[in-house]
């Protein structure tokens, strides 16, 4: 059964394979470990396990009544399996109790599969980034979603 939680220390090891698995310029492990220990109060992460195993995780920054969405990750072994769209709603239902309206975050303009997901999930795009990501140079595309709740918007 699969389990989202917070991030803890401990998953520390399975998420940077993760990271390093999946993006061409992956954080290191002193930068994640300084997320959770020194910038809890603005960074959120979480993990998508499996057993004891993390599969996933996702995080997002909050700056005033905005998420921005920092990474969703999957193992490559488990992608296609509603995890990432996990990690999503799973974020998502944090907002309320944090007061964010809006959530945005920059993809990969070549990664199909993660613009196809985040339109499925009301992101649109809003503007790109020339050359922003490099190994290889590509843009970012940006995307905006503007929170609801079950009455609307908060």
């Known amino acids: 059964m699969r389990v ?16 390093e698995q999946c993006f061409t310029q992956p954080w290191s492990l ?27 995780y996702g995080g997002f920054w909050q700056i005033f009544d905005e998420a921005h969405i920092t990474n ?25 109790s944090l007061g964010i309206l809006y959530a945005t975050l920059e993809v990969r303009a070549g990664n199909e599969a993660a613009l196809a997901l ?16 490099e190994k290889p140079r590509e843009d970012a595309v940006i995307m905006w979603k503007t929170i609801e709740c079950a009455n609307g918007l908060l």
């Open 4 to 19: 989202y939680r917070p991030m803890k220390e401990e998953d520390l090891e399975q998420v940077i394979a993760i990271e």
């Open 118 to 133: 985040y339109v499925q999930n009301g992101f649109t795009e809003v503007g790109r980034r020339p050359g922003y990501y």
């Open 72 to 96: 969703i990750a999957v193992a490559q072994e488990w992608r296609r399996r509603g995890v990432a769209r996990g990690l999503l709603q799973a974020l998502e239902e944090q907002y309320p």
């Open 30 to 56: 002193e930068s994640m470990r300084r997320e959770l220990e020194e910038n809890h109060k603005m960074a959120h992460y979480i993990v998508a396990c499996e057993e004891d195993r993390v599969v996933g």
